[in-house]
């Protein structure tokens, strides 16, 4: 009587294929690799489930399939069908240097010992995942050695770290480092603040850790991923709450309101950005409450509500006349002229008012280009482009689409195909004109790409 391979099950129910679509794969596997003697079936699988073992290389084939529809290795080993050939183990990136070592050693021999068995070892598309993480972490890990309590000196470092994943979302997009930024919240932030600390240093902690929960949701709400980004959000506000420090917490607001109005909700993005600005106050961070003026012009704006919504901008510009750059705080350091000026264009352009949003888009794109930030960039040419085709200059229009498409194409960023996608809605009316023909051509790549 065999023994029901309970760890395959689970693997497999992890990965939702049927036992028909994984035979199926796993044929489709071997004919590519000129394997067509694994010809498994539904029933195949049944057996392999019930406890029968698959013969080589089925296990191997087997575990890439596996793997390749959960994005992260899986061994054969882990799907119980024995013991990890060399193959296998020399894809797992080790903690310890001593068993590095002897995963080199066995390679090694069996390098010299079965050649013909080394150079048939298939390519993993995904192995690679998971050392290049495990790889950076280790190189970004300064967690101390000791299990004590945390000193504000390791918050610090965490702060630092804030720093350089924000500076990658600005020059970069949201998809760059993303998930990366999530593993280091998770193996490092997120056990120094389950210890006992000090109240001054928990506090410090809750706000590094809600600065970077919210950089991973400002990351997942540029890659498009609005269900992920709004729980990123609302957990970031409550530990900014726990930090104590109110600007944090309405800058955490001004992104849900940035978001409320995207989605179509307006009148919440408006509610959002004026709670941010009741409980900031006026003296707290002007650049936040330039950011919180800024977002309620644009939900105004999409409400229809003209001489409200161009009063916001003034007050927007008004804040921002205050700011002292060494008195902000790091997660601040994005609120500057070419985002503010880009936001306001983008009010304008929702308001019909081109002239004002031409204007805007030009001082925009302008500090935008000095500091090399293509999303930015892309975004206040979009707004620049919607600005000609308000007063039906096709060709002006299309000059500052190709601008956008050229900097969109450099960056991983959801928003900016959003933005191609806009002005090719906003060209239909041009109908089959040459210009809008060729925009929509170079615009396919980008668009289908996403």
């Known amino acids: 009587m065999k023994t029901p391979n309970g760890q395959l099950a689970d693997w497999l129910a992890r990965s939702g294929l049927s036992n028909k679509e994984l035979a199926r794969r796993i044929r489709k596997v071997a004919e590519t690799r000129r394997q067509a003697h694994v010809r498994p079936t539904a029933t195949t699988v049944r057996r392999w489930l019930a406890g029968y073992e698959p013969r080589r290389p089925a296990p191997e084939i087997l575990a890439d399939v596996v793997s390749a529809e959960l994005g992260y290795r899986v061994t054969t080993y882990d799907l119980g069908l024995g013991e990890e050939q060399v193959s296998e183990r020399s894809l797992r990136y080790c903690r310890s240097f001593a068993a590095t070592v002897e995963v080199v050693a066995d390679l090694g021999r069996a390098d010299v010992d079965r050649r013909h068995f080394m150079a048939a070892a298939p390519f993993a598309a995904v192995a690679g995942v998971g050392p290049s993480r495990d790889w950076l972490l280790s190189t970004l890990d300064q967690e101390p050695q000791s299990r004590h309590a945390v000193r504000l000196e390791d918050v610090d470092a965490v702060k630092k770290m804030f720093a350089e994943f924000q500076r990658m979302d600005v020059l970069q997009g949201g998809g760059s480092g993303r998930l990366i930024l999530a593993e280091y919240m998770t193996q490092h932030v997120l056990p120094l603040l389950r210890r006992t600390n000090a109240e001054p240093v928990r506090r410090a902690l809750c706000e590094a850790a809600a600065e970077q929960t919210y950089l991973l949701g400002w990351m997942a709400y540029d890659s498009g991923e609005q269900g992920a980004a709004q729980r990123y959000l ?7 709450e726990e930090s104590k420090n109110t600007a944090l917490g309405a800058h955490v607001l001004a992104g849900m309101a940035d978001q409320a109005t995207l989605l179509g909700n307006p009148e919440e993005g408006r509610s959002l950005a004026q709670a941010g600005r009741a409980g900031l106050g006026k003296k707290a961070s ?37 700011v002292r ?74 000059s500052a689409g190709l601008r956008t498409l050229k900097l969109s194409k450099q960056v991983k960023s959801s928003r900016c195909v959003e933005a191609v996608q806009d002005l090719q809605r906003r060209m239909n009316r041009f109908g089959n004109h040459r210009l809008v023909v060729d925009f929509k051509d170079r615009a396919r790549e980008l668009v289908t790409a996403a």
């Open 286 to 322: 002007p650049a936040c409450l330039a950011d919180l003026w800024a977002l309620e012009a644009r939900a105004l704006a999409k409400l229809g509500a003209k001489a409200e919504a161009a009063h916001a901008v003034v007050q927007s510009e008004a804040a921002f006349e205050r």
């Open 325 to 398: 750059v060494e008195e902000e705080q790091e997660w601040a350091t994005f609120i500057d002229p070419a985002y503010l000026h880009g936001e306001h264009a983008n009010t304008f352009r929702d308001l019909g008012m081109p002239k004002e949003a031409k204007l805007h888009a030009r001082k925009s794109i302008a500090h935008a280009r000095e500091q090399e930030r293509a999303r930015r960039g892309a975004m206040s040419h979009a707004a620049l482009a919607a600005s000609h085709l308000q007063r039906d200059n096709l060709e002006a229009a299309y």
């Open 234 to 240: 609302i957990q970031s506000l409550r530990l900014a």
